[in-house]
């Protein structure tokens, strides 16, 4: 898919919201940004933390749509959020009441029932000593940060803390929800999570690296963007890599999503 979306543009503009060790430039989102605007969408970032708290960067990112709401003259936007931002989004949208202002969520390999390596790492004594705060702190902050809280974003994606955030911040009627996500199809897929994949092929079976397929999938609608010739990984989806993912040009995949929000009147 190339060029101009079919029919008319989107009703609403927007925001792609990025995950953990992630910032909004042009390293992590790849051509995505320049594909959508492209295309006539217009598209913003969300300005999160890169190492932030779930509730932290939600009050982050209200504020940044409230910006973009001003400056487009626009009643709503449309969420396209990785990995944790994902998780971020709902509790803007749920806990902290912004469906009115939101139009979409569409999520990306986003962790909804929790992280099975964060659960691994969490139980480990030392991640809660001083000295591992203070170095992940430091970490925390080369990423230009504005409030890094590493530990708390850790326990934020357990999967004992996301069965009751489900719980607390169910999909508000009036959003559109839809769930996508990839799979690597060997350990090779991608030579940067092959511990990780090993990991979780044990543990729970099928995932991008990262996110096990039963934790991504969530919403009205979930899909798998499969690779033709290979898999997709937790990465690669943002196109991180600029380059053709096993037969797929990423950022045509975000064309998609939008194809789809335009179909229901979004």
């Known amino acids: 898919m190339t060029g101009q979306l079919p029919g008319n543009k989107l009703k609403y503009p927007v925001v792609l919201v990025h995950g953990i060790a992630a910032k909004d ?7 995505i940004p320049e594909k959508l605007r492209g295309a006539g969408i217009d598209v913003y970032l969300g300005n999160t933390d890169s190492w932030g708290g779930v509730e932290r960067n939600a009050l982050f990112l209200r504020n940044r749509i409230d910006g973009i709401l001003e400056e487009c003259d626009a009643d709503k936007v449309n969420l396209i ?14 806990t902290l009441g912004y469906a009115p ?27 809660h000593s001083a000295l591992a705060g203070k170095i992940s702190y430091a ?33 508000d009627q009036s959003v559109y929800y839809s769930s996508y996500y990839t799979l690597m199809k060997h350990k090779f ?18 995932s991008d ?20 010739t290979g898999g997709i990984s937790h990465s690669e989806i943002i196109d ?6 096993s037969g ?19």
């Open 25 to 31: 430039n042009k390293l992590f989102w790849g051509r």
């Open 81 to 94: 959020a990785h990995s944790k931002g994902g998780i971020d989004s709902r509790f803007l949208i749920s």
């Open 101 to 127: 202002k939101i139009a979409s969520l569409t999520t990306i390999s986003t962790p909804h029932l929790g992280s099975e390596i964060v659960d691994y790492i969490f139980n480990k004594k030392y991640i």
């Open 139 to 171: 970490l925390a902050k080369l990423y230009g940060d504005k409030s890094p809280d590493p530990h708390r974003m850790l326990e934020d994606l357990t999967s004992k803390n996301m069965v009751k955030f489900n719980e607390k911040n169910e999909n």
């Open 189 to 206: 897929d991608d030579f940067s999570h092959i511990l990780t994949y090993n990991f979780l092929s044990k543990e729970v079976g099928l």
């Open 209 to 228: 690296g990262v996110v096990s397929m039963r934790s991504s999938a969530w919403g009205e609608s979930h899909t798998l963007i499969n690779g033709e």
């Open 240 to 245: 991180i890599k600029r380059k053709k993912i």
């Open 248 to 266: 797929i040009e990423i950022p045509d995949e975000y064309l998609k999503i939008a194809a789809r929000l335009m179909s229901v009147g979004l």
